[in-house]
């Protein structure tokens, strides 16, 4: 097979990702586990991967590394409508229907590259960022076992015809510009944009008035895991 390297963060969905690409490629997997803040080490264009696949990353990978490798894929966690940054937070504000996973081929620019695989489910009535982001792990997780099944056999993985982003990436910026909510907003859209960006252990929708912060009520507790 050569040499196939897994990038992740260190959650948990990520070491179950992690111990299933080792049950799969065994002693030719390659594990990097890395935090939200590190950056992508001088050397790493130096171990020249075969097969790279990426898992909740957060890193951005280079073209000229992307160029070495004979396949690169990521694993978003959002459906082709939500690519980007805040992609549970948006498709509940704009009241998706439908929300899922893709896995598709790695760009320079995230979030851009041809579409292999995509599931979608039906959006609930009382969702909320939690439990999207909960369901939504459950699906990708299922399908990234299938995917790396299917390289482990030598499976060639193709674009699947007729699903593309829909829109540009979501920026960092547009999801904080999302939390902040201002008198003249109507109840609705104030309602809306905290449901969107309510979750554990983040700050949630606030209001800055005569130069103090009111934020809204975030559950006090460790995040579904």
Request: contains cysteine; glycine residues 6%.
């Amino acid at each position: 097979m050569g040499d196939i390297f897994l990038i992740t963060k260190r959650d948990e969905w990520c070491l179950r990702a992690g111990r299933l690409a080792q049950m799969i490629f065994g002693g030719e997997c390659h594990w990097i586990k890395v935090g939200r803040d590190e950056r992508i080490p001088d050397d790493f264009s130096l171990r020249n991967p075969r097969i790279l696949i990426s898992f909740l990353s957060p890193w951005i990978i280079p073209e000229y590394i992307l160029d070495k490798c004979e396949l690169a894929i990521n694993f978003h966690p959002g459906s082709a409508s939500y690519p980007g940054f805040g992609c549970y937070n948006f498709a509940l504000y704009e009241e998706a229907d439908t929300y899922g996973a893709v896995c598709h081929v790695m760009n320079e620019k995230v979030d851009t590259g041809s579409i292999i695989e995509q599931r979608t489910f039906p959006v609930l009535s009382n969702e909320t960022v939690e439990t999207l982001k909960y369901r939504t792990m459950i699906v990708m997780t299922a399908m990234y076992l299938d995917v790396l099944s299917s390289i482990r056999v030598g499976k060639e993985l193709k674009p699947q015809a007729g699903i593309n982003w829909s829109r540009k990436p979501f920026t960092k910026k547009e999801l904080n510009d999302l939390c902040v909510v201002t008198p003249d907003m109507t109840d609705e859209e104030i309602r809306k944009r905290v449901r969107a960006t309510t979750y554990p252990g983040f700050p949630g929708a606030s209001i800055s008035l005569a130069g103090i912060t009111f934020s809204s009520l975030v559950p006090d507790r460790e995040p579904l895991a």
